[in-house]
């Protein structure tokens, strides 16, 4: 079974460009997730969605960060204009089961740095 | 505020040795405690799940081991092996209607070497 697949794996940008990522779940994953993984740091949630809807993207920076997920399946988080904080990995996760329940799945992960 | 701590930050020890990795939570009530590896480079991989009736899990040379009355996890790892070396992070979810939003540790860099 194909895993989580994440590109590009890894990203140099200069700040106040912009950047996008790309995430395809596992097959038939009806909840996909984003998180920002900052060095030495666990994950924090971004963004959550079943199917295309969002379930919860209250920790995502809505002035700078944007998310969607075409048709269920494929997802991008954009980030315009980026700042040198948002240097971190995106690691992105899918489930087969409702947000919080069944394990998530996740993706090798985008390595950002923002010069 | 649900947190969940680790402890050691990081940890050495030589190959063939046994460790245990600390967590606390006070995260309540929860559905399940998790503990994932992260290899550098890679995603989190789950090793062990164990829901708050379960007291301990294993997971070849990995056993877990939950303690709800004092909120306490561990992860023991059985004589180590290089490949090891990795990033363990201890995982809480929320009961669900509390949104179910997964609650993670900062982790525990062990290196194991030869």
């Known amino acids: 079974e194909a895993g989580v697949a994440q590109s590009p794996r890894y990203k140099i940008i200069e700040k106040r460009q912009s950047v996008a990522f790309w995430c395809n779940p596992i097959?038939?994953?009806?909840?996909l997730y984003w998180y920002q993984q900052i060095l030495g740091q666990g994950p924090k949630l971004l963004i959550q969605f079943q199917n295309n809807g969002v379930v919860d993207d209250s920790q995502l920076p809505k002035d700078r960060f944007s998310a969607e997920r075409l048709k269920g399946v494929d997802s991008t988080l954009k980030i315009q204009p980026a700042k040198l904080e948002d240097s971190a990995v995106y690691l992105c996760?899918?489930?087969?089961?409702?947000?919080?329940?069944?394990?998530?799945?996740f993706g090798p992960g985008t390595r950002l740095l923002v010069l | 505020k649900n947190q969940v701590e680790q402890s050691p930050q990081s940890l050495i020890i030589l190959e063939g040795k046994n460790c245990t990795l600390q967590?606390?939570?006070?995260?309540?009530?929860?559905?399940?405690l998790r503990w994932y590896k992260q290899d550098t480079g890679r995603g989190p991989v789950s090793l062990t799940i164990m829901t708050f009736s379960e007291n301990t899990k294993s997971n070849g040379r990995y056993t877990a081991t939950l303690d709800a009355d004092t909120k306490q996890s561990s992860l023991h790892i059985t004589a180590s092996q290089l490949s090891d070396s990795a990033s363990y992070i201890c995982v809480v979810t929320p009961s669900y209607n509390q949104g179910g939003k997964l609650i993670f540790g900062q982790g525990t860099e062990l290196s194991v070497k030869p």
């Open positions: 996760a899918s489930s087969l089961h409702a947000p919080g329940q069944g394990t998530q799945y």
């Open positions: 097959s038939g994953h009806a909840t």
């Open positions: 967590c606390n939570y006070t995260v309540s009530p929860f559905s399940n």
